[in-house]
């Protein structure tokens, strides 16, 4: 097998009864277990009765939680009746608030009648509006 840039080389996917992707694990071209490009081994996904996803969570090789790259463990999601994501939260290791990259917690969106984007709004770990902190260099 070849590995792709981030050096996985095999994807294990579980489907639902829906064929969704409920858990994903990256393998290199050995077949141990290895990282992907955001950071983890292993996702899991939580999806609504409409089939978007309100949960993702990550694990590392040993199979325990882990940090994905942008720093959070879970994430959680809302969408309105158009499907349209509304609001992400990050979590971390401890299920407790977390900022994604030390720049925010979490979003809301608000969209027009044509599902443009038409407001955004970023939080921080008190769930309080924030504003949005330039990026910092590396």
Do not use: C
Not at 6 to 32: M, W, Y
Not at 126 to 135: C, F, G, Q, T, Y
């Amino acid at each position: 097998p070849v590995a792709n840039e981030a050096g996985v080389a095999k994807v294990i996917q579980r489907i639902n009864s829906r064929l969704l992707t409920t858990e994903e694990e990256h393998f290199d071209p050995k077949g141990e277990r290895t990282l992907n490009g955001f950071g983890f081994h292993r996702a899991q996904a939580k999806y609504d009765t409409f089939g978007n996803q309100v949960e993702g969570r990550a694990f590392g090789t040993s199979g325990k939680p882990t940090l994905a790259w942008a720093g959070y463990h879970r994430w959680t999601a809302t969408y309105d009746l158009n499907r349209r994501k509304t609001s992400v939260r990050f979590f971390g290791l401890d299920d407790r608030p977390i900022l994604v990259q030390n720049r925010y917690h979490g979003w809301t969106m608000q969209y027009d009648v044509e599902g443009s984007v038409v407001a955004r709004q970023y939080f921080g770990t008190d769930d309080e509006p924030i504003l949005m902190p330039a990026p910092t260099a590396p």
